[in-house]
């Protein structure tokens, strides 16, 4: 059983009693779990990652994100996220039977989320906003992509010490809606739970659990160029790190919102298709002078941030205008194109590697370029996978889909966690 359960799942040909039988499409190991398979895809990208690049047989939930707020509250906008690809991204997405579901918000796009769901009234009509353009566009699901109710997120969002109670009875009001009664509902979240009105984690999230399907925890930038050491993007564990180094994991943030009142079942984990970089001469990247060991949490030198792949730019915007530097951000893919890993995943020749046993995840450094990076690679992705299983989690959610290649990340994370 377990043998035939591998076999199907790694997609290939099952022999019963010498007769093959082609198991065909992936569907059959979708009905045996209700486990969330799931990506964001983000619109800005589809020029490079077209929708015939996802692997749709592999997922049950693809996310097409974003749709950002507006200081209207009768519109939500698809500019920045090439939207003339949405109708054929859900269209995509039926045709193999994968739910489409629409992305509200991200860290560029949550200004407005404040005072759409400000007011009674604004509640009313965001209902209306939101379920319009679910019905437009055919979707199956919303998902509120706030960054973050009650907390300052880019720097120009409108913030409340109401948000968090705002936001769940704009959901209740949408749940109780004709149309939002059968959308799925979801909402990313970060590793702390959101903020009550006097600023601190609410206690008590169970009121967001009766009306959301799930949470997608988004352990990742739990580390960057914001803090003073390098350190692991998306850790799958903390408690075991030394104490100034415990920044949040999803093993902790897991049983917070647990804690809070979230079952597990409604969590779903966050997992990164990328990582950070950071500028970290030889000097101090390695245990000691010679060695070929690297050092965990290393100094850098922030004012040399390196460029990351083709996806980043030596100077960049963001929507509150604010310009700064590259964000040294590799996809996985973009770790392949800069010579850190092989075609296969695997470690680059005359690159220094170290797995982290804490947080499960993997750093790779050029000593000659002096660029470290924190990512997440397939034995990472593995991990995760069994975590979720361990701890009886929903499943998981990519941030993106095309930062992986050749789906060496979901491949490892669908084989551990199914
Ligand atoms: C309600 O929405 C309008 C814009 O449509 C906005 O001007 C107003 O400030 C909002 N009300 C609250 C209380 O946030
Ligand atoms: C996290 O580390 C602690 C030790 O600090 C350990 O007890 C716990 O099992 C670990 N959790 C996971 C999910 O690895
Ligand atoms: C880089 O610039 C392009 C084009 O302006 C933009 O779409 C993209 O979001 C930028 N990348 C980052 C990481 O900001
Ligand atoms: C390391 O960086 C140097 C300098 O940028 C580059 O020439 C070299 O190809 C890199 N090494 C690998 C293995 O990619």
Known sequence: MFLSWLLLLAGSVLTVFGTPVDQGSHFLDKRATDK????????????????????????????????????????????????????????TAHENGVKAILSVGGWGGS?????????????TAFVKTVTDFATKYDLDGLDFDWEYPGEQGIGCNVVSPHDTNNFLSFLQELRADPIGEKLILSAPTPVTVW?????????????????????EIMD???WGSWDSTVGPNSPLNDTCAPAADQGGSAASAAKLWEAAGFP????????????????????????????????????????????????????????????????GVFDFFGLIDGGFLNPDGSVASGIDYR?????????????????????????????????????????????????DSNDILLDSIRKAML
């Open 36 to 91: 969330v398979s799931a990506a964001w895809y983000a619109g800005w990208h589809s020029e490079d990652f077209p929708l015939s690049k996802v692997s749709w047989e592999k997922y049950t939930h693809l996310i097409y994100s974003f749709a950002i707020t507006e200081p209207d509250v009768h519109t939500i906008s698809l500019s920045g996220s090439d939207g003339k690809v949405l109708p054929q991204f859900v269209k």
């Open 111 to 123: 200004q407005w989320f404040s005072s759409n769901v400000g007011s009674a009234k604004n509640r």
């Open 195 to 215: 903020s009550d009105a006097s600023g601190n984690p609410s206690t008590d999230v169970s009121g967001f659990a009766d009306v959301l399907d799930w949470i």
């Open 220 to 222: 990742y930038d739990v």
């Open 264 to 327: 597990s079942s409604k969590i779903v984990l966050g997992v990164a298709s990328y990582g950070h970089s950071f500028f970290v001469p030889a000097s101090d990247a390695f245990t000691c002078a010679g060695c070929s060991t690297l050092k965990a949490f290393p100094a850098y030198d922030a004012a040399k941030q390196p460029l990351g792949d083709k996806w980043d730019n030596l100077t960049n915007v963001d929507q509150c205008g604010a310009v700064s530097g590259p964000s």
């Open 355 to 403: 797995f982290d046993s804490c947080s499960q995840t993997a750093y790779v450094y050029n000593a000659t370029s002096s660029v470290m990076v924190s990512f997440d690679n397939a034995q990472a992705f593995a991990a995760k996978g069994n975590f979720i299983k361990s701890s009886n989690l929903r499943g998981f959610a990519i941030w993106e889909a095309g930062g």
